[in-house]
């Protein structure tokens, strides 16, 4: 796990990346996920060096590797044994790895949880229907979704020039 301390200059780059998609119709936070969702596709390009292509399917390339960046708020810093979790509806995109990120909700931090390739993840994880109660925690699902937890995903393969704040 990799802990970003978020800079203002990450947070303005993921502004205008998020700026670029609009506001979604329907959206409950008025875009503030699209800003959220941006910081971690901006902290894991840079970490790993990857291209931005921003498509439906994926955020990042790598070496061929087309990764999904899927990123969430937090309250703390995430332990091993808190999940990951993918929508149903986000399993029809065509991406070879996923990279989950989590960010702090005031924007202070951000945590790099690692990568699991798709396949991988489809066998490992634990599918959970709208209303159903995660028993580990007692969270009602809002949306069907796959979950796994952190303990189970592999560190992300940091380029040596990489200038993340680790602690």
């Known amino acids: 796990m990799i802990e970003v301390k978020l800079t203002k200059d990450i947070i303005d780059r993921a502004k205008k990346k ?36 921003n498509t439906f399917n994926y955020d990042l390339v ?28 986000g399993l029809q995109q065509d991406c070879d790895t996923y990279v989950f990120v989590r960010i702090k909700i005031d924007m202070t931090r951000a945590w790099i949880l690692g990568e ?13 229907s709208k209303g159903d109660v995660d028993p580990s925690n007692g969270f009602v699902f809002k949306a069907d979704c796959y979950n796994i937890p952190i303990s189970k995903l592999e560190d992300i393969d940091v380029k040596k020039t990489s200038q993340m704040y680790t602690v």
């Open 18 to 53: 998020a700026a670029a998609v609009g506001v979604l119709q329907g959206s409950i936070t008025g875009g503030l996920s699209n800003v959220v969702g941006a910081i971690g596709e901006v902290i894991v390009g840079d970490a790993m060096g990857a291209n931005e292509v």
């Open 62 to 89: 790598k070496d061929g590797n087309r990764i999904d960046v899927k990123t969430k708020r937090c309250n703390t810093k995430p332990f091993p044994n808190y999940d990951c979790s993918v929508a149903s509806h």
């Open 116 to 128: 699991i390739s798709k396949g991988k993840f489809l066998q490992q994880s634990v599918r959970y």
